[in-house]
């Protein structure tokens, strides 16, 4: 498996922007389609956006399309989201995520998971 850890959260107000970073060791980082994720308090864990293994292929879940940009560097092992223009509904815990598949949104078919960066955006 492939060890994932995030960073980049933080507070923001409403309109702002944060770019959340995941790092990648373990395993060839260039053989996993990624993804992001969120879950917010009593919510259940969310599909963000997804790159294929090599980043030409990209999903973003309609809520924040046009806002936030999915991206990888494969010689780098890093995952970025790049988020704009945050929404107080925006705030959750975001987690990084692997898949052997390639192109996935359904969290079932990521197997290695990151421990997850708070983001919080005020009004």
């Known amino acids: 498996q492939v060890q994932l850890v995030e960073s980049g959260g933080g507070l923001v107000q409403a309109g702002g922007s944060l770019k959340l970073s995941c790092v990648a060791s373990?395993?060839?980082?260039?053989?996993?389609?990624m993804g992001w994720f969120r879950q917010a308090p009593g919510k259940e864990r969310e599909f963000v956006a997804a790159?294929?293994?090599?980043?030409?292929?990209?999903y973003h879940t309609d809520s924040v399309k046009g806002r936030f940009t999915i991206s990888r560097d494969n010689a780098k092992n890093t995952l970025a989201l790049q988020m704009n223009s945050l929404k107080p509904e925006d705030t959750a815990v975001y987690y990084c995520?692997?898949?052997?598949?390639?192109?996935?949104?359904?969290?079932?078919?990521?197997?290695?998971w990151g421990q997850g960066t708070q983001v919080t955006v005020s009004s």
């Open positions: 790159i294929s293994r090599a980043g030409s292929t990209t």
């Open positions: 373990g395993r060839t980082f260039s053989s996993y389609a």
């Open positions: 995520a692997a898949s052997p598949f390639n192109t996935v949104t359904d969290p079932r078919r990521f197997g290695s």
